[in-house]
């Protein structure tokens, strides 16, 4: 986040002078609390979401800007500013992490509006509105709407207050704009700025591996410029050693934090606060990654499931709801329809921090949850397809994570029967690595003369 004195000081004189404007006030009395961040000299795209955002700024009251850490809420809030800087007569910009200093920089403007030093910030507040005040208080990176001072409530006048936030969990507190990720356009307008000699294929490559997140490639184009190496190089490393790549580089304005930092703290405190939720976003992590996880699979055979808590909450749907919606509040994960979807860059963080031991257990869950869940018969039998087709790209993490000399007989059931879809959908090319391994965990499980092993064998030839 940048902070340059010199524009932090040319902001406050246009709000001292707008503000006085209002009050009556002589300018060189007043004095504005620190603006916050300043704008980006490069912000890029963007020009929907601002849309929706002074949309419902019109509104009043409170809005929350939300979406993942390092997605661009901070960048987004500092535009919205800049652009309507003129319309309003005061601004706060306050780091919400510290609830204690919100009181403090309402607090500071009161001697410009006559009132004592120490008056409350609400006396502060309810002054500017008794004067048609237009006031802005930017609540940065706030956790949640119980984490806001008892006494800050949306304005009765012309003031307005906005938020930006990791948790989605708003809507009972004001109106929520969502803000995604890049659109690739956008992604690759950001990494040819930054680096103009870029080609736009490998510009797109590297936005479709980072997934299109602002921060990360943000910290791509300025480790690519940094090494000057062409960014085909960056590119193959990113394919073949993401979690390294991802901690390699800098922000320019966020030190200390890469794209494979973000989610430490989030993730941590997840585990400690909420274990089943932790839980199920390990289990997600470790399922395929271009697809959600459907929510159903929890409930095939919760007995499957080698975690205590996430047991417990796969029983009740009630409760593993409770679960999921603590994973929203944490911004690492969010419901898409009936299944559980994240970003590719928090599954990374997700599998980086969880022990070889930990991830194993995790396959073996998921390969459990899988084999309960998919159809037996598949040969001649459409009612089977649907379900195959949708946990399909599940079933072949499950497969692939596990070594070939450790499959269990659910990976080795899971390896049979997704070569007879294949087959039978027509990709017998596909299929045919997955009957032979099928076959050799047979013989290895069973003995070459079990029935399994007859029947996986035939399935091969």
Known sequence: RLRDPAEQVRVAQDFIRSLAKVHRLDPAGLKVPALGPVRSARFVGRTATLGHLDDAMSTGGLVAVTGLAGIGKTSLAVEYVRQQRMDF??????PAGRPDLVGERVRALAPALGLPAQAEPTAVLARLDAADGRWLLVL????????????????????????TSRSDDWNDAGLVVPVGPFTRAESVTLLSER??????????????????????LDQAAHRIGAARAPAETYLAALIDRPAAVLGQGEVPGRPGITAATLWTEPIRDLDADAPAAGELLRLAAHAD????????????????IHDTELREAARDPLELADT??????????????????????????????????????????LGRLLHAALPEQITANPDAWPAWRELLPHALAAVEATDSTADTPHTAWLAEHAAAYLTEQGHPEQAEPLAARAVAAHERLDGPDHPDTLTARETHI
């Open 140 to 163: 940065d990176d706030a956790a949640g709407p119980g984490e806001l001072p008892g006494w800050l409530r949306p304005s009765t006048g012309a003031g307005r207050i906005l938020v």
């Open 89 to 94: 007569d005061a601004v706060w910009w306050v």
């Open 195 to 216: 680096l103009p000699a870029v080609d736009r294929t490998i510009a797109e490559g590297i936005a479709r591996q980072l997934g299109d997140h602002p921060l990360a």
């Open 324 to 365: 999921v919606a603590a994973l929203e509040r944490a911004g690492l994960a969010h419901r898409d329809g009936a299944a559980l979807a994240m970003h590719p860059l928090v599954r990374i963080a997700v599998r980086t921090s969880t022990s070889p031991d930990h991830a194993d257990r995790h396959v073996d869950t």
């Open 289 to 304: 990654g271009s697809a959600p996880l459907p929510l159903r699979l929890l409930a095939a055979d919760p007995e499957a």
